[in-house]
């Protein structure tokens, strides 16, 4: 039912351009892997917090207002060149498990970054027991890895 | 022995044979590069931003270095064992990839750094310990790391690519002899 999109898609001249550059793939690539990195350390700087983990002595709002600024900046720069990877071959991603796999669980990230764990991490202590934020730190880490691991294995089919 | 000869005797031994064959185990352990890096480099980010007064501004300068030490040594550990293993499933064509060295060249900086920032920079820590401006050295410090992290990042995705490779010839003079190819001299 989603084929004509994605053959749609293929059409358009951003991903033909970039398949028709030797360069321009792995350089957006490369972006793409950076911003991942600071994603990484914006995103799993809170979930170790709410784990009990790393910056243990300070406030869970503390670190998470800190990191909230460049999580979204790694979020915006993956978004931006994630575009372009998947226009430059979207026929391969259709027929690609890990790509719906990501695509499934990436909203779900976002999402739940947004708002289950940022409600978390700026309520007061009192109604956030120390089970509920593990838990949500836990969950945030799994759903940030799946994206990530289905995200690298898109390259492997 | 040349260590191009020990990279081809590595290449011929069993469990390198099984690890670049393997359908799921060599995409499981590039897998695991990447997460690691997600933690590993992720962290050292948030330190180096640190230093330059760009995130956790009230938190001390050593509060952030030893609660996030122990996890970056974990997470640079298991980058370093993965990248071994994704040596060892192509080790001839992974020595002579000129971005293979490149890496190697910036690792041994970003090494280089590190042990600066901890033997000059980091001992003088009570003085600016509170500071959101840090010292010029330790903000120096800070974008090396960031630049040179990035680079390793950038070279490590390029060995992957071929466009350097020594079966692919002619290559620039420069190329053939920053890989070590073994070019044949062109018969007449």
Known sequence: MLLPFFQ?????????????????????????????????????IVDFRLLGLGLKDREVAE???DARPWMIAGLIALILTGIPLF???PIKCYYSTAF?????????????AFTVRWRVTVADAVRNTARRQQLVGALSMALWFTVAAAGRWIGFS | MSLLA??????????????HESMYMYPIVESTHVLA???????????????????????????????????????????????????YAIPVRTYQSIFFWAKVIFLILAAINVWLFHTRIFTRIAEWDHA????????????????????????GRMIAYNWFDCDIQPQPAFVNWAAGCVVPPPTP
């Open chain 1, 63 to 65: 670190v998470a207002r």
């Open chain 2, 132 to 155: 959101v401006i840090t010292p010029k050295a330790a903000r120096r410090a800070g974008l090396a790391s960031l630049v040179l992290w990035g680079a390793i990042i950038v070279a």
């Open chain 2, 6 to 19: 020990y990279c081809e005797w590595l290449a011929a031994t069993e469990g390198s044979i099984a690890l």
């Open chain 1, 100 to 112: 719906w796999i990501k695509m499934t669980t990436l909203p779900i990230a976002v999402v739940f």
């Open chain 2, 37 to 87: 890096l997600m933690l590993f480099v992720g962290f050292a980010t948030i330190l180096d931003l640190r230093l330059l007064g760009l995130i956790l501004k009230r938190v001390p300068v050593s509060q952030v270095a030893e609660r996030l030490l122990p996890w970056t040594i974990g997470g640079f550990v298991v980058m370093f064992i993965t990248g071994v293993l994704l040596f």
């Open chain 1, 8 to 44: 749609w898609c293929e059409s358009l001249w951003l991903g033909q351009f970039v398949v028709g550059s030797l360069w321009l793939f792995p350089v957006i690539e490369s972006v793409h892997l950076l911003a991942l990195a600071l994603l990484g350390g914006a995103v799993f």
């Open chain 1, 87 to 89: 226009l430059s071959e």
